[in-house]
């Protein structure tokens, strides 16, 4: 049972494929796992974000904010048809910094302050949103810098760059989580946060490093959004919490923390899209697909959670 709820993610991902699959054959066509691929970039930058912080116990709910802000910073220092700004391709730092300064002050919040990050992080969230608007007047910026939609449009051995950059980003993901400090005490923490700070663990710094490093996959995130899209907005990143965080728990990360992967993260991403790529294929209306991912991450948590150890449900 040990090694079935191991490789439980992976197994879904195959059952639910050869189902969609069955029904419709054109799921299997290239073009259409091409889109996938394509689909999954976005999402994954921000459950790996995430994924780092639910290690911990917490949760970060500032995503679409951090994006948002990020994404039109990034926005206005490129070419675009709102201003006259363009620093080219020195604009893709500033988009990762502005996303980690943004996790900085979600992790003090935390850490200084001790606001629990389900408050601070959903505060900052609207910050952020509040932010990008007032930076557009509510307007929408579109992006004319060709370096920029390359990202998304330039293609490598058939699949778009931003793939490739996504599995970078997912590479370097594993290693600061299984063969770093931080990620080692990122885990302690969620374990047992008590235990790890009298065995030496500076738990406050560590808590503002991985909220920073969550904020710095949020920026690069918002990268590839306006990359994609094409223009850069406040609500650029509307809606993708809830994919984010349902990836997560579907990729077995716990809420209560203590574990969770970089690769588990990645079969939970495909898992909701594919499933969303199939309910699309099969012509089930949205709305219905939306009640299907709610119930999707209500049974991975019912599965991922020993109930038999709760003695508290909160």
Same mark, same amino acid.
């Given at each position: 049972?040990?090694?079935?709820?191991?490789?439980?993610?992976?197994?879904?991902?195959?059952?639910?494929?050869?189902?969609?699959?069955?029904?419709?054959?054109?799921?299997?066509?290239?073009?259409?796992?091409?889109?996938?691929?394509?689909?999954?970039?976005?999402?994954?930058?921000?459950?790996?974000?995430?994924?780092?912080?639910?290690?911990?116990?917490?949760?970060?709910?500032?995503?679409?904010?951090?994006?948002?802000?990020?994404?039109?910073?990034?926005?206005?220092?490129?070419?675009?048809?709102?201003?006259?700004?363009?620093?080219?391709?020195?604009?893709?730092?500033?988009?990762?910094?502005?996303?980690?300064?943004?996790?900085?002050?979600?992790?003090?919040?935390?850490?200084?302050?001790?606001?629990?990050?389900?408050?601070?992080?959903?505060?900052?969230?609207?910050?952020?949103?509040?932010?990008?608007?007032?930076?557009?007047?509510?307007?929408?910026?579109? @992006? &004319?810098?060709?370096?920029?939609? +390359?990202?998304?449009?330039?293609?490598?051995? =058939?699949?778009? #760059?931003? !793939?490739? $950059? %996504?599995?970078?980003?997912?590479?370097?993901?594993?290693?600061?989580?299984?063969?770093?400090?931080?990620?080692?005490?990122?885990?302690?923490?969620?374990?047992?946060?008590?235990?790890?700070?009298?065995?030496?663990?500076?738990?406050?710094?560590?808590?503002?490093?991985?909220?920073?490093?969550?904020?710095?996959?949020?920026?690069?995130?918002?990268?590839?959004?306006?990359?994609?899209?094409?223009?850069?907005?406040?609500?650029?990143?509307?809606?993708?919490?809830?994919?984010?965080?349902?990836?997560? @728990? &579907?990729?077995?990360?716990?809420? +209560?923390?203590?574990?969770?992967?970089?690769? =588990?993260?990645? #079969?939970? !991403?495909? $898992? %909701?899209?594919?499933?969303?790529?199939?309910?699309?294929?099969?012509?089930?209306?949205?709305?219905?697909?939306?009640?299907?991912?709610?119930?999707?991450?209500?049974?991975?948590?019912?599965?991922?959670?020993?109930?038999?150890?709760?003695?508290?449900?909160?």
């Amino acid at each position: 049972m040990a090694r079935l709820r191991r490789f439980s993610s992976l197994i879904v991902l195959l059952l639910i494929g050869l189902l969609v699959g069955s029904i419709n054959h054109h799921f299997f066509d290239p073009m259409n796992l091409t889109r996938i691929a394509t689909a999954s970039t976005i999402p994954l930058l921000m459950a790996l974000g995430g994924m780092f912080v639910i290690q911990m116990g917490s949760i970060d709910l500032s995503v679409e904010g951090v994006v948002a802000i990020a994404a039109v910073c990034f926005s206005l220092l490129i070419s675009n048809t709102l201003n006259a700004h363009s620093i080219g391709l020195w604009a893709l730092p500033v988009a990762v910094v502005v996303g980690a300064l943004m996790g900085l002050v979600n992790g003090l919040l935390q850490v200084r302050l001790r606001i629990p990050s389900f408050i601070g992080t959903l505060g900052l969230g609207f910050v952020g949103i509040g932010l990008a608007t007032a930076l557009l007047q509510g307007n929408t910026v579109r @992006v &004319v810098d060709m370096d920029v939609r +390359a990202v998304a449009l330039y293609r490598v051995l =058939g699949l778009p #760059l931003s !793939v490739w $950059i %996504v599995g970078v980003a997912l590479i370097i993901a594993h290693v600061v989580s299984r063969h770093t400090v931080l990620g080692r005490h990122a885990l302690a923490i969620g374990g047992a946060e008590d235990l790890a700070r009298l065995n030496g663990v500076q738990v406050g710094r560590i808590r503002i490093a991985v909220f920073a490093l969550a904020g710095g996959f949020y920026g690069l995130a918002a990268i590839l959004a306006v990359a994609q899209f094409g223009q850069g907005h406040a609500l650029i990143a509307q809606g993708q919490l809830f994919t984010a965080i349902t990836a997560i @728990v &579907v990729g077995g990360c716990s809420l +209560a923390g203590g574990n969770g992967s970089p690769f =588990g993260t990645l #079969l939970g !991403v495909l $898992i %909701v899209v594919v499933l969303s790529n199939g309910m699309v294929l099969m012509g089930i209306p949205p709305y219905v697909q939306q009640g299907v991912q709610g119930v999707l991450i209500i049974v991975a948590v019912a599965m991922a959670l020993d109930r038999a150890k709760a003695r508290v449900v909160k």
